[in-house]
């Protein structure tokens, strides 16, 4: 394969943070490039057609492999966390200090494994979990599908083993295996997702994860391990080198995805100017000659993510709901401007099954948010709280940074285990009081202390009913308090 140059990667897991860059600098690869004539024949109109193509397909692939890189294989990234098929645990409360990700998750404490699967599948095992709480593990292949799900909403909270094998891979499953989960790609990552309750739970969170195992299959058998995959040269990057090289890393990661059915035609496309078909040589020569071509198809692409974004919501009182979705291959089904949206958007992001979204910067009429000027409520009425069949939580961050903010009470979200705590209205209704400033003290218990300047809102479902999917849940407004 091709030669890449030596460089180092600080991305971190979550793509609303500085993955983002990734995605930003990809873009800036139809930028900077030397004035040229554009060649006047077919081939030149059919190039910019394929590069256009060959982004919006790759693009997940590219990202993926840079958080991959910088996670698992790059032993000097600030980012590294561990090891092909070691597990690596995040167990805390995250608080405004923590500004490394934008919109910080404080629900669901993070465990991850990136996977190997090329001389044998990995067994994923999960202990006990308490029925009250919530767990999942999601399983990411290369290709940003979610080719797998399991945990306290699918597969209930039972000890169990899990294999993950790779798309090859024709063994026997062996006896203690509950479910099998096949990537389409030698290369995965396995997220598992903690509730924490309540700050004072997350001794709680450690114990469950570290019940949490990840191993090969030859050590879950206590059997002799099988001859080791080849050692891979992996390249390394970085924003820059992604811009100005990303058909180089879409075409080295290709040759561990093996194409599917519906990649037939994408993947002619590609190999028809020299990606994934072992001879990149001949991509060198295509584009020495038609450059600006491939930029043009870049920019459009990029284009193209940048609409179908912005088109992937709708409105409900003032609230804006993804109507995009992750999912597995069956999912997608071809439809490679959704999956490039989705990783654009916020890469590794669960099933709208498992987890919904919703957020706002604005009231209902499109006013923004501002804590140092207003104050606002949020009114649950009776029987009509997120209709989630395991938790919601809401978050409060500053809309300008979209980091945790500090408070006197050092309170950032409001949850449904706190319902408990909470005063209700006489109608049974609950009402959350957003503001910069403590309310009057019979309503500190519902206090949800706000920014002061502009607010930026995340409501969490995990579990989200299909109520709250297709919009028959009336989520309530924000409503301005009169001053």
Not at 34 to 63: C, F, K, N, T, W
Request: proline share 8%.
């Amino acid at each position: 394969m091709q030669t890449f140059n030596h460089i180092s990667l600080r991305i971190p897991l979550w793509p609303r943070g500085k993955v983002l860059l990734l995605a930003a600098a990809l873009a800036a690869l139809a930028t900077g490039i030397q004035a040229q004539e554009a060649a006047p024949d077919a081939e030149a109109a059919r190039i910019q057609s394929v590069a256009e193509e060959a982004y919006i397909y790759g693009l997940p692939i590219v990202m993926n492999y840079a958080v991959m890189h910088s996670y698992a294989v790059d032993k000097a990234s600030p980012q590294f966390k561990a090891p092909f098929n070691q597990l690596h645990h995040e167990a805390r409360v995250l608080t405004p200090k923590d500004t490394v990700i934008v919109t910080p998750n404080s629900d669901t404490p993070y465990s991850m494994s990136w996977l190997d699967l090329r001389a044998e599948p990995v067994v994923i095992s999960v202990p006990a979990v308490d029925p009250k709480r919530y767990y999942s593990v999601q399983l990411v292949d290369g290709n940003t599908f979610n080719y797998g799900i399991f945990g306290s909403l699918s597969t209930g909270h039972a000890p169990g083993n899990y294999l993950a094998v790779g798309p090859d891979w024709q063994g026997e499953v062996p006896p203690g295996i509950s479910k099998v989960f096949r990537s389409t790609t030698q290369f995965s990552l396995t997220i598992f997702r903690t509730q924490l309750i309540g700050p004072s739970d997350i001794e709680a969170v450690k114990q469950v994860q570290a019940g949490y195992r990840v191993q090969t299959l030859s050590a879950f058998l206590k059997k002799p391990a099988p001859p080791a995959a080849p050692t891979v040269n992996f390249p390394k990057i970085d924003k820059d080198l992604a811009k100005t090289n990303f058909f180089a890393y879409l075409d080295f990661a290709l040759q561990f995805a093996p194409a599917g059915p519906e990649e037939k035609d994408i993947r002619n496309k590609l190999a028809s100017i020299g990606i994934g078909a072992g001879n990149f040589d001949q991509f060198k020569a295509v584009a020495g000659k038609y450059r600006q071509q491939l930029g043009l198809g870049v920019k459009a692409g990029d284009d193209k993510l940048t609409k179908a974004i912005a088109d992937s919501g709708e409105r409900r009182s003032g609230w804006q709901f993804q109507t995009l979705s992750f999912g597995d291959r069956a999912h997608f089904a071809g439809n490679w401007l959704q999956r490039a949206a989705l990783a654009k958007a916020g890469i590794f992001g669960l099933d709208a099954t498992e987890a919904l979204y919703p957020m706002t910067r604005t009231l209902p009429n499109g006013e923004p948010l501002d804590g140092s000027k207003h104050t606002y409520t949020l009114t649950f009425a009776a029987g009509q709280l997120p209709p989630a069949r395991a938790f919601w939580s809401l978050t409060m961050y500053d809309g300008a940074t979209q980091f945790l903010i500090e408070n006197p009470i050092n309170r950032y979200l409001i949850n449904s285990p706190m319902l408990e705590g909470m005063a209700k209205n006489p109608d049974g209704s609950i009402t959350l009081y957003l503001q910069k400033d403590a309310p009057a003290a019979d309503k500190v218990a519902n206090w949800l202390p706000a920014p002061n300047g502009p607010i930026y809102l995340v409501l969490r479902l995990y579990g989200p009913d299909k109520s709250a999917l297709n919009g028959e849940w009336k989520n309530p407004p924000l409503v301005q308090v009169a001053q």
